[in-house]
């Protein structure tokens, strides 16, 4: 399957969009490789592109400055929408780095054209509320995971999300993610795989 295949199939199955729909847009999308440590959307940028991973994983983090240390909020792996959430909906500087953790192959759309085919299509205005939706889940998933879940869970709820996560991306990675230290990570895994 070619590039815009996969992304064709992802949007039907995400948002019901049509060949027709999906045709208006053909023009609009542009493929980009990352290599390891470069920045999807930069701290303090505004976000102004919709992306599809193709391949790769990318992670969005923040820098603690009392702990000086960098903090894993989301990651985002391949035929999974790439974005800086608040900063694309709100056209507003973000408050976060998205960066690639693997060499990553992107396509992406640039907002202008996303809001001339909401315009243009209900399936695509469909995709907006979607991806609005999208981001609000994802953030209230997020907050709750350490309110109501115990390490061991939310390590598995990233398995869940990302399966192929640790094939890729360094341990102290996911454990900034998960909330925890590299010793507490080992421990999980090993209870995990004696089960």
């Not at 299509?121 to 907006?128: A, D, I, M, T, V």
């Amino acid at each position: 399957m070619t590039p815009t295949d996969i992304l064709q199939h992802a949007l039907k199955e995400i948002a019901g969009i049509d060949e027709k729909s999906f045709n208006l847009s053909r023009g609009f999308w542009r493929e980009k490789d990352f290599k390891k440590g470069e920045f999807y959307n930069n701290f303090r940028q505004v976000c102004k592109h919709l992306g599809f991973v193709l391949d790769g994983v990318f992670r969005t983090y923040y820098i603690d400055d009392k702990a000086d240390e960098e903090k894993n909020v989301f990651f985002f792996s391949t035929h999974q929408v790439v974005v800086s959430f608040q900063s694309f909906v709100n056209q507003t500087p973000c408050n976060y780095f998205t960066e690639a953790v693997t060499d990553a192959r992107v396509v992406y759309i640039h907002i202008d054209h996303l809001y001339q085919l909401y315009r243009q299509s209900h399936q695509w205005e469909r995709l907006g509320r979607l991806i609005a939706e999208m981001a609000f889940n994802l953030s209230m998933k997020r907050t709750e995971s350490f309110l109501f879940l115990s390490p061991e869970e939310r390590y598995l709820d990233l398995i869940q999300q990302h399966p192929d996560i640790f094939n890729s991306v360094p341990l102290y990675q996911i454990s900034s993610y998960l909330g925890i230290r590299g010793p507490s990570l080992s421990r999980i895994r090993k209870r995990i795989s004696q089960k």
